[in-house]
């Protein structure tokens, strides 16, 4: 009987490189498309990428101008309290403070330049654009590049880019440690990806402690995803975003547990309310029209959001599915007030742009008819948000300090509000501080005594109020006439519109 030599059978690929082929057979790209090859392809990714990024650098230094709102004002009143830079972290005892926006404007001061109050955030938005363009090239080029311009042109993160706040921080943290766990799960957990995906997530939570919720959305994401292969990948990404949240929790908490810690206006949870903040994200975000019901916009998102997901793979369905559906359920079932505001749902809009971008990749990938559809939805999503951005442009967060002019016209400029008391006294004071003018607000009770001689009525943004060119306000035993002086228009997510009066008599007298 002769020796059969046995054959060794072939060695299996990886459960990580069967990841990779499976992501690359999906949406039938090769290495030179997916950019890994040499030669002109990269160079030609290179130079998209740098266009893109230099448009949303372009609007974002754009949308830095004008007033400052009331936010931001909030953030500078907070700092009068900060003795010390260490204070910044831990003296200010208030909600409202995002750690890493204030410590900028404390290194620079409360008479810097506006510009410059918002180049922290025009800075990290802009380089949000190529962190969402490494962590969707992952999946494929396009789905790299389309990444960039949908956070490159979309409004909700041209306006947050663009604004002292720290939205601007937490999104480029989110978008980076993003593409970290996909490197860690598929490539390896080495020291320094780990030690990066660290800093990525305690510079978010310093900027905004709802990179806390983002975190656990990218933990949760790993632990889907596992293999058995890949299970102490899992376990390291859990562990890393747990620890690198704990300085800025820590923060907080030490501030929280102070006897004078202050928390904001909250507006308790209803479906109405949520509904205007979910919607309001999606509008902002892809560009949806206003004017539609919000719980009719919520269902159509929503369906959109289902059909991109089901043209992924699953490797890269798990983020932008808990991002996009998971988290705003979370806020439901917790009871979070406050929902009304788009930017309490940041991370959804991060999730659904990251959707967009790799649904539309993959359907351009799928064929002739599909890659129709991708074509048309890229360009509502651009017309949109376009759209959007033109409002905004237009109108800013506010025209306040042109109103305190006209009221720094009359002797201490006595005015009443009839919206929004103290946030509006805030905004007035900064800015009537900066004109070195004095401006006093007139409570009811003392109306009758000392009437004021400007009346500001106050709206949202974008608000279609039509003020009479004379009203009257007051006590009803003291009632007074006032005749318009100007309207300044709001557009967007943030700020107020005013329209100004003037008591009538005071204007006839100037005549």
């Known amino acids: 009987m002769r020796n059969e030599q046995k054959v060794a059978p072939p060695p299996q690929p990886s459960p990580a490189l069967r990841e990779r082929e499976q992501i690359a057979r999906v949406i039938e790209v090769s290495p030179r498309e997916a950019g890994q090859g040499e030669g002109g392809g990269l160079g030609a990714y290179r ?17 830095a101008q004008g007033d400052l709102w009331l936010d931001e004002i909030w953030t ?43 180049l922290a955030a025009v800075a990290f938005g802009t380089l949000a654009i190529p962190a969402a363009a490494a962590a969707s090239r992952r999946y494929c080029a396009a789905a790299g590049l389309l990444a960039a311009f949908v956070f490159a042109t979309s409004y909700f993160f041209v306006h947050y880019g663009s604004e002292a706040r720290g939205y601007a921080g937490m999104t480029l943290a989110v978008l980076l440690a993003y593409g970290l766990v996909d490197a860690i799960l598929v490539e390896g957990a080495s020291r320094r990806r780990l030690l990066a995906l660290a800093a990525a997530i305690g510079f978010g939570t ?34 890393v975003a747990g620890l690198a949240s704990l300085p800025a929790l820590a923060c907080f908490a030490y501030g929280a547990l102070a006897p004078d810690f202050q928390v904001g206006a909250m507006v308790p949870l209803s479906p109405a309310i949520f509904a205007e903040g979910v919607g309001g994200m999606a509008r902002a975000t892809l560009g949806f029209p206003r004017g539609v019901d919000d719980f009719v916009l919520l269902g159509v998102a929503g369906l959109l959001a289902l059909g991109l997901l089901a043209v992924l793979p699953a490797e890269r369905r798990a983020f932008p599915a808990i991002a996009v559906f998971g988290l705003p359920l979370l806020h439901i079932a917790a009871g979070l007030p406050s929902q009304q505001y788009p930017r309490f749902h940041a991370t959804a809009a991060i999730g659904l742009a990251l959707l967009a971008a790799e649904g539309c990749a993959a359907l351009y990938h799928a064929g002739a008819l599909r890659r129709g559809a991708a074509a048309v939805l890229l360009c509502a999503f651009a017309i949109g948000d376009a759209g959007r951005l033109a409002d905004f442009y237009r109108d800013g967060r506010g025209h306040y300090a042109d109103a305190v002019k006209i009221m720094a016209e009359r002797e201490e400029a006595p005015y009443a ?21 004095v401006a006093t607000m007139v409570s009811l009770a003392e109306w009758c005594a000392t009437p004021p001689a400007f ?27 006032f005749l318009r002086r100007g309207y300044f228009p709001a557009s967007g997510l943030s700020g107020f519109a005013w329209t100004l009066y003037e008591r009538e008599e005071i204007t006839k007298s100037a005549r």
Not at 211 to 236: H, K, Q, W
Request: glycine share 8%; proline share 4%; net charge positive.
């Open 47 to 63: 130079s998209a990428l740098i266009a893109i990024t230099l448009i949303g650098a372009a609007l974002r230094l754009y949308a």
């Open 455 to 481: 009346l500001l009525a106050v709206d949202l943004p974008d608000s279609q109020a039509e003020h009479a060119e004379r009203r009257s306000a007051g006590p009803q035993d003291c009632r007074s006439a």
């Open 76 to 118: 500078l009143n907070l700092l009068e309290r900060a003795h010390s830079f260490g204070d910044v972290f831990i003296g200010l005892h208030h909600d409202n403070n995002h750690v890493a926006n204030s410590a900028w404007l404390y290194l620079i001061g409360p008479n810097a330049p506006v510009p410059l109050m918002r």
């Open 206 to 239: 310093f900027s905004h402690l709802t990179m806390i919720e983002a975190s656990g959305a990218l933990a949760l994401t790993a632990m889907l995803r596992f293999r058995r292969s890949t299970l102490g990948r899992a376990v390291a990404i859990g562990a």
């Open 417 to 437: 509000v009839d919206f929004a008391r103290g946030e509006t006294k805030a905004v007035v004071a900064y800015h009537a501080r900066k004109l070195g003018v």
